[in-house]
């Protein structure tokens, strides 16, 4: 008799993925497994997992993947791939998926609302209007986002997303990647140092990698300026936590706008003491309609594995 094909979704993703999951294979629901019994889980069930279903947050590590003899796909409900120990699934010839053009434009909006609501302080503004302090007095000017030099750190798909939203509030656009993009109209720097210096807004939107962490650190943030503010809608870990803070208590930067953080969800005191900053849950793919597409890419890539097709978005 041929064992029942497992999944193992590793957090508590949306109702809709459970429910498709569970209607094609066994799901198991590892977020409900007491951490001191999880290597007891795994060990039982090890030789019915074939896939593990994990996101942004949490994906398949070294340990899960040693763990799983007969792991043969990871699907990630994400674009981001730094949860995953990719090279061990190359070796072991682990096949692994992600959901990229799914989230590309609910994110290049984030990265909109972010740098809008940073610059034009709407969190302290509405905090201002509910204190009842508009009686006392009129809220502080801000600045406008309209002809900005905006600098975009990675031009893939939400990158991009992001330079062209940009484009129509008549902002102009430099970038940094790991390469020259041959067809791009916008102006490339080869380092995010020299992109920093000449812009006002900087826009994290690339893969976090070894080479990427930390990529904003004092000197960047020195570049960029005083009047300059952060968006980030990539991860935490691109950006010196403790260098942000600095700049934003010390003036140094304007202001800053984060839907991730370093070390979340923990959030440091001096972040949220800060009227400077606007700070969002890594929400920038949580809307119901991106939810959905990404849930049924996930099922789809799983389907096709498991049915010997070509993978609809296949890393590995």
Known sequence: METPIGVLLIRPLSAYLQQELSKRYTLFKYWQVPPDRRREFIGKHSNSIKAVVGNGVQGADTELIDALPFLEIVASHSSGLDKIDLELCREKGIR???TPDALTDEVADMAVLLTLATLRRICAADRFVRSGEWKKSDFNLTTKFSGKSVGIIGLGRIGSAIARRAEAFGCSIGYHSRSQK???????????LNLASDSQILIIACALTEETRHIIDRHVIDALGRNGIIVNIARGSHIDEAELISALVEGRLAGAGLDVLENEPQVPNA???LDNIVLSPHVGAS????????ADLVVENLEAHFSDKPLLTPVI
């Open 96 to 98: 692994v998926t992600y």
């Open 182 to 192: 041959p067809n791009s109209r916008y102006k490339f720097y080869p380092s995010v």
């Open 271 to 273: 972040l949220i003491g």
């Open 287 to 294: 809307t119901v309609e991106t939810r959905k597409a990404m």
